[in-house]
């Protein structure tokens, strides 16, 4: 009878250690911790910035200043002021124009930085430079492509983005260089002119059969093409 009192004391001990075990694994049990941390405010709702496309010429411009900083304050108080340049005798007068623009504008609700991008194409530079939900803002004299079209057009077709035009810029030296680009334009016309002249004189002296005559009419051809390219390249 003793040692079946022994066994049960026994048996129930080793039963009240397996429930007090089972207790203490639960307790000791932390809860899963997050992988991926919490989306930041900036994140759900990013701050559009106003990328301003400052063309590379000698222009007054006083009366955009207010223009760009109200809507540089509308679309998150952020500017950028971004410059393209091809020539570098040329870049020193634009990084100026950018520092002077960078002080009018800036305060203490705008924020600004400035850029130069070097080559010729608008498109490339704004590319390198352009994310979702930035605003462009160019001038309506700005042109661009090898057809010379409005800057604005170019932009419109290219970027799935908010576009604003300027119309106020004051350029002081238009007229003269519009003289120059007609100069250019007459002077590269009229020697291409010349030079097919001279060799559509060289095939009809040599040939007079029809191969001279199909040569003759194909030059007349380039010769066209290229004096509406070079024309096109002037405005």
Known sequence: MRLVKFFVTVLCGVVRMGINEVHMSRLDTSP????????SFADLHPIRRLIVLVPDTESDYTPVVHRIWELANAFGGRVQFLGLCNDAA???SLRRQ?????????DGTVSVESKIESGSNWLNAIKSNWHEGDVLVCFAEQRAGMRRRPLSQLLESNFAATTYVLDD???PDRAQSNWKSAAMAWAGSIGILLGFFWFQVKIDQVSSNWVGMAMFMLSILVETLLIWIWNSLFG
């Not at 899963?32 to 989306?39: D, H, T, V």
Request: aromatic share 4%; net charge neutral.
């Open 98 to 106: 950018l520092v002077t623009l960078s002080a009018l504008v800036g």
């Open 90 to 92: 040329r870049e020193p």
């Open 169 to 171: 810029l004051s350029q």
């Open 32 to 39: 899963p911790i997050l992988a991926f941390p919490p989306a």
